[in-house]
């Protein structure tokens, strides 16, 4: 079967894609990680930055003998495949995002970060308070923080500019639902217009968050853009050896 790499969005773990990756497993070889800094992964002394995100890709990959791969990205984990294939084009081969924002300016990331505040999360949604908490062993404020930090400079240093889109050569669909107010149609379509490989994919009744996803689009969206076929040996496949969350293991 085909390999595909599940990339987390900001604020996320590996684990914040298990209701997509329980629907994949049976028809891809399935691989996540935690950004450093986020989940599992422990903290980080340097600040949250996109190409340390990419470093942690390629990395990745290096230790589990991925040589080109595909990608499917929700979020920020879109955005930093993205720029994988910008700056390392030679190690992917077709990029799949769901609710990525694409284009940064300084405008963008001070809308992004207005709620990124431990104590505004607290006071305004405390169940997610507790939902970070338990993602995050290394402290659900200091993701918060850094992420907002991360955001600002993004703001300020796009890893992918205007002019980088036109000369990213790998295959995408950019998913994107109809009710996103976070990464927008219209902001998609823009990107989507200046690619030569791109492709657009809007899901009906969706908005940004994982839980608001239009499953039955998706999935079978996924699964004809990145050519996967079912395994014929499903029962003998270790679900729970890997164990949604846990690492792969091989």
């Not at 300016?105 to 305004?124: G, R, S």
């Not at 890893?159 to 009710?179: L, P």
Request: hydrophobic share 35%; net charge negative.
């Amino acid at each position: 079967m085909k390999s595909l790499l599940l990339l987390h969005g900001a604020l996320g773990n590996k684990n914040q894609l298990d209701p997509f990756a329980y629907h994949l497993d049976d028809y891809f070889d399935l691989y996540r990680l935690d950004f450093e800094g986020h989940g599992e992964a422990g903290p980080t002394g340097g600040p949250f930055r996109i190409e340390y995100f990419v470093e942690n890709v390629l990395g990745y990959m290096d230790e589990h003998g991925i040589k080109k791969a595909n990608i499917f990205g929700y979020s920020m984990g879109g955005y930093v495949a993205l720029a994988l294939a910008n700056k390392y084009p030679e190690s992917i081969h077709k990029i799949a995002t769901l609710g990525t924002i694409l284009q940064w300016n300084p405008e963008i990331a001070e809308q992004e970060c207005h709620y990124l505040h431990p104590e505004k999360i607290k006071e305004k949604v405390p169940h997610f308070a507790e939902k970070l908490k338990e993602r995050h062993l290394s402290g659900w404020e200091r993701v918060v923080d850094r992420t907002r930090d991360m955001l600002e400079y993004l703001g300020m240093h796009p890893q992918i500019r205007k002019e980088d889109w036109k000369k990213i050569k790998s295959s995408v669909r950019f998913h994107v639902g109809d009710r996103d107010n976070t990464a927008r149609i219209e902001n998609t379509v823009e990107v989507y217009k200046k690619m030569d490989y791109s492709e657009l994919a809007v899901l009906p009744k969706t908005g940004h968050p994982v839980s608001e996803v239009n499953i039955d689009v998706l999935i079978p969206s996924l699964l004809e853009f990145f050519e996967a076929a079912r395994d014929k040996d499903t029962n003998e496949r270790s679900r729970k050896i890997k164990g949604y969350g846990s690492e792969r293991k091989n």
